[in-house]
């Protein structure tokens, strides 16, 4: 058989050289792909030789993007990326392709938030009063406590660390903090925040795990109250040299584990305090991490800092191992979609979504597209949201 003549398409080379840039691809691993050399991936950006179409849409499935914006006159001016506080060396502003779909996916989100609020006059700016830096993050921390009522008997009636992450979430949303939850390289990121439009946006990183996603939560919390748009790598037992990213681990910290709470704590069980079943107790009581618990010994007193670097070095690599979600376990078949939709976006997503609907104001097609689910789990997403 004649092989079929390839359709080469003209495109602007600013504009592909904008869609490989903000990709995260190189150009190795595009023509790899495309079963070329770099060479030519580097003469379609300067224009000396055109794409073929069937090229443009291996490009567009790789990138995620419509071929159409392969097609464009000049590139799109996208919102900035949140300032990098992740501080990885030779990576201020380079992302792992993954992360760089999440940004893109949660600014789409966050978009689509702002639009369907507006259609039912719903209000997206922040509740909240900003917070200065020069405050004192544990008096906030404090604050935040009382006005979410989270007491030390509150939060151990959790169940689990799910239910506390549920609960802050809700919290947030009757904020208008939209929560989203991604999965990204853990070791590119952990979280990031959106304050630049409105509603405010945090996205957090489901390789983590929960208790690592508890304390990203709240540190990302902390952001939005000092009104930055980041993204980083927050880790409670990590001495920031960045300001902003001190206060909101001491922030996060306070808010999970009260000073005057570990104290009393650390001071009833002072006998066996690093002994593997007491932490993991402990941990348990307050849905917090070995790691954080070992921190606050460390600060008051309890453990000298040669025991701490000890015992922490065993409890480190947990924080990268995600553990299966509750409603995971036994399903045989992985996360059902309405599960794992609720999980991404949260409820106050999906109820946009739904009222949006109710009244006409988007299609069908719409709902399900902005869901990223199918019409056999429309029903049930809408059933599990609880607002």
């Given at each position: 058989m004649p092989r079929t003549k390839l359709i080469a398409v003209n495109v602007e080379p600013s504009v592909l050289k904008w869609l490989i840039e903000s990709s995260g691809w190189t150009r190795e691993e595009i023509a790899k792909r495309l079963k070329t050399n770099p060479k030519n991936i580097e003469k379609m950006e300067s224009g000396e030789k055109k794409p073929s179409f069937r090229q443009l849409e291996e490009l567009s499935v790789i990138f995620k993007r419509p071929v159409a914006s392969f097609l464009l006159?000049?590139?799109?001016?996208?919102?900035?990326k949140p300032k990098d506080y992740r501080m990885l060396p030779n990576k201020t502003n380079k992302f792992d392709k993954k992360t760089i779909l999440v940004i893109r996916k949660a600014r789409r989100l966050q978009e689509?938030?702002?639009?369907?609020?507006?259609?039912?006059?719903?209000?997206?700016?922040?509740?909240?009063?900003?917070?200065?830096?020069?405050e004192n993050p544990e008096k906030i921390a404090?604050?935040?406590?009382?006005?979410?009522?989270?007491?030390?008997?509150?939060?151990?009636?959790?169940?689990?660390?799910?239910?506390?992450?549920?609960?802050?979430?809700?919290?947030?949303?009757?904020?208008?903090?939209?929560?989203?939850?991604?999965?990204?390289?853990?070791?590119?990121?952990?979280?990031?925040?959106?304050?630049?439009?409105?509603?405010?946006?945090?996205?957090?990183?489901t390789k983590d795990n929960i208790e690592a996603r508890v304390f990203s939560l709240i540190h990302e919390f902390g952001h939005i109250l000092l009104g930055e748009s980041v993204i980083d790598l927050p880790d409670a037992t990590y001495s920031y040299k960045d300001t902003g990213e001190q206060w909101c681990n001491e922030f996060a910290s306070a808010f999970l584990l009260p000073k005057d709470i570990s104290k009393n704590t650390f001071e009833t069980n002072k006998a066996n305090l690093t002994q593997k079943e007491m932490l993991k107790t402990l941990s348990n009581r307050f849905k917090v991490s070995k790691a954080m618990l070992l921190l606050n010994m460390l600060k008051l007193g309890y453990i000298e800092r040669a025991d701490y670097a000890a015992i922490l070095a065993r409890f480190k690599k947990e924080e990268i191992k995600p553990k299966k979600e509750p409603e995971e376990e036994g399903t045989g078949g992985g996360v059902p979609s309405e599960v794992k939709c609720l999980s991404e976006v949260g409820n106050k997503f999906v109820s946009l979504v739904a009222n949006n609907y109710d009244r006409d104001y988007i299609t069908y097609t719409d709902a399900l597209n902005y869901l990223s689910i199918k019409s056999k789990s429309f029903d049930k997403v809408l059933s599990k949201a609880k607002k």
């Open positions: 006159s000049k590139p799109l001016t996208e919102k900035p689509l938030s702002k639009e369907l609020s507006k259609n039912i006059e719903y209000e997206t700016k922040s509740k909240l009063e900003k917070t200065k830096i020069s404090q604050k935040y406590r009382l006005i979410f009522n989270l007491t030390e008997d509150g939060q151990r009636r959790f169940k689990t660390p799910y239910e506390l992450f549920n609960y802050l979430r809700d919290l947030l949303e009757d904020l208008n903090i939209f929560l989203f939850q991604f999965s990204m390289p853990v070791e590119d990121a952990r979280g990031f925040v959106f304050v630049d439009e409105s509603p405010s946006v945090i996205v957090v990183n």
